[in-house]
T-cell receptor, first 114, second 118 residues
Framework: GDSVTQMEGPVTLSEEAFLTINCTYT??????LFWYVQYPGEGLQLLLKATKADDKGSNKGFEATYRKETTSFHLEKGSVQVSDSAVYFC?????????????FGQGTRLTINP | EAQVTQNPRYLITVTGKKLTVTCSQNMNHEYMSWYRQDPGLGLRQIYYSMNVEVTDKGDVPEGYKVSRKEKRNFPLILESPSPNQTSLYFC?????FGQGGTYNSPLHFGNGTRLTVT
């Protein structure tokens, strides 16, 4: 079945550092890809999405590009802030499977130190 | 304010004592779903509902029940909770997820219910 693999956390960076969180996926169809963010004590919020190959999703300085050839959707940000500390989830939905769900990765906890 | 509301936020119970976690959304969303979040496993879908009176199993439905009698509510029922159901539970809704074969509509999540079964 479909699956999503994220880089192991936790990830700790200093403020203004460059961030990459790796995400690769396995899907039999042609999925849409998402990054969700979970701040402490809250539910998940959509951060960005991409629906077809070579699409770039972006929001709040974060970017991710849908790479079909490498089945990847890595999350990047050029200069992180303390307020970016959260858990980040990569996810896919695969319409060819007819699945009525998102498939999530295991999450990557990010801590930014001032 | 558009939101998904879950109650309670925290619940400690004992094995075998029936409980219900409520979920309500005020956005007139068709699609609703329950997930559980466990360390190292991410979120796994328990049940989902495409519309009123339409529910279906997700990946981990054993030990859970749901109902969708009204569009806004989607309660999760544990008839006889066991310790392996100790987890963080999230309800989510979406305007059009899965409608017409499209899966781009974002999910809106509640703030979660942390359940402990002893």
């Amino acid at each position: 079945g479909d699956s999503v693999t994220q880089m192991e956390g936790p990830v700790t960076l200093s403020e203004e550092a460059f961030l990459t969180i790796n995400c690769t996926y396995t899907a039999t169809g042609y999925p849409s890809l998402f990054w969700y963010v979970q701040y402490p004590g809250e539910g998940l919020q959509l951060l960005l999405k991409a629906t077809k190959a070579d699409d770039k999703g972006s929001n709040k300085g974060f970017e991710a590009t849908y790479r079909k050839e490498t089945t990847s959707f890595h999350l990047e940000k050029g200069s992180v802030q303390v307020s970016d500390s959260a858990v980040y989830f990569c996810a896919l939905s695969d319409k060819d499977q007819g699945a009525q769900k998102l498939v999530f990765g295991q999450g990557t906890r990010l801590t930014i130190n001032p | 304010e558009a939101q998904v509301t879950q109650n309670p936020r925290y619940l400690i119970t004992v094995t075998g004592k029936k409980l219900t976690v409520t979920c309500s959304q005020n956005m007139n969303h068709e699609y609703m779903s329950w997930y559980r979040q466990d360390p190292g496993l991410g979120l796994r879908q328990i049940y989902y509902s495409m519309n009123v009176e339409v529910t279906d199993k997700g990946d981990v439905p054993e030990g859970y029940k749901v109902s969708r009698k009204e569009k806004r509510n989607f309660p999760l029922i544990l008839e006889s909770p066991s310790p392996n159901q100790t987890s963080l539970y999230f309800c989510a809704s979406s305007l059009s997820f899965g409608q017409g074969g499209t899966y781009n509509s974002p999910l809106h999540f509640g703030n979660g219910t942390r359940l402990t079964v002893t």
